[in-house]
């Protein structure tokens, strides 16, 4: 089964196309309030544990290494990463993340890794 995954950066306007709207980020945005955000769900513990936040602190340079800890944190989460699959077999869903590098943040990692998932 496809799953039609996409990301979003949570301070874009919603829109009707996006289907679920899961914020997944262990912090909420600043600057935004609950009404705006629009969402379907928080999972915050599908986030990076917070000594991997902390330590990648969105740094490209560390990416690399990054990406390999998030995913084996994402594996020895089943039971987030299975309630994202049952959200994703239903329509599409939407990862919002409120990083400002949109090539460097967990909601890529976390896209790639539910697509590769059957």
């Known amino acids: 089964m496809k799953r039609d ?15 679920t709207r899961v914020l997944v980020d262990r912090l909420w945005p600043r600057g935004l309030s609950r009404a705006e955000a629009k969402l379907d769900a928080w999972m915050k513990d ?3 544990s917070a000594e991997l936040r902390k330590w990648f602190g969105h740094d490209p340079e560390r990416w690399a290494e990054f990406v390999p ?11 987030a990463v299975h309630a ?11 990862l919002l993340y409120a990083a400002h590098d949109g090539d460097h943040n967990n909601a890529v990692v976390l896209s790639r890794f539910l697509k590769k998932l059957h």
């Open 84 to 94: 994202l699959l049952e959200l994703a077999g239903k329509k599409r869903l939407t």
């Open 5 to 19: 995954i996409e990301i979003k950066r949570i301070y874009e306007p919603a829109d009707r196309n996006d289907g």
């Open 69 to 79: 800890l998030y995913e084996a944190e994402l594996h020895a989460n089943k039971e």
């Open 46 to 48: 599908i986030a990076p």
